[in-house]
């Protein structure tokens, strides 16, 4: 069975650095994505409100927040896109703490195609199901609030 198309394809980048994003462009320009750049915490924020797919941030953001900062912010929304994060320090700890915080994954600069590719897919692919799930479990909340309690027609006449 062939997998469903993703919907949305819109990925919010997190790199202030010229060579980043020029290294990005070049990852996605044959592709169907669309990526929108930002530097600061606070252009990521506005950037959240068009609900992209996924994010992708480097450590260190432009106005001195950070990636946890940004982690933060994303998890205050009711369904935040997941957060990969990615840096030329590819220890270890560095992507223990970003999947132990909840970030989706991390990612070694430079950046390899193949790989970005396929982690941004399956972080979209996730955020998809996080939504739909959601959707199907207020639709469902919805209903029950609206269903009319069938009422036993002796009882209510006092049979």
């Known amino acids: 069975m062939a997998e469903k198309p993703i919907a949305n394809r819109t990925i919010v980048a997190v790199f202030p650095a010229r060579e980043d994003r020029t290294s990005l ?3 996605f320009s044959r592709s169907t994505w669309k990526l929108q750049f930002t530097g600061t915490l606070r ?3 506005t950037a959240l409100g068009l609900f992209p797919g996924a994010v992708i941030s480097g450590v260190r953001l432009s106005d001195g927040h950070s990636w946890t900062d940004l ?3 994303m998890q205050k929304m009711e369904c935040p896109p997941p957060l990969i994060v990615g840096d030329r320090l590819a220890d270890e700890r ?3 703490e970003v999947l132990n915080l909840g970030g989706y994954d991390f990612l070694a600069k ?3 195609a193949k790989e970005v590719l396929h982690v941004v897919s399956t972080a979209c692919r996730r955020t998809e199901h996080v939504r739909e799930m959601a959707r199907l479990r207020n639709q469902a909340m919805s209903a029950e609030l609206h269903a009319v309690p069938a009422i036993n027609t002796r009882t209510a006449a006092g049979e």
């Open 94 to 96: 560095l992507w223990a």
């Open 43 to 45: 252009e990521t924020q």
């Open 110 to 112: 430079p950046f390899n």
């Open 25 to 27: 462009i070049n990852i």
């Open 71 to 73: 982690l933060r912010e």
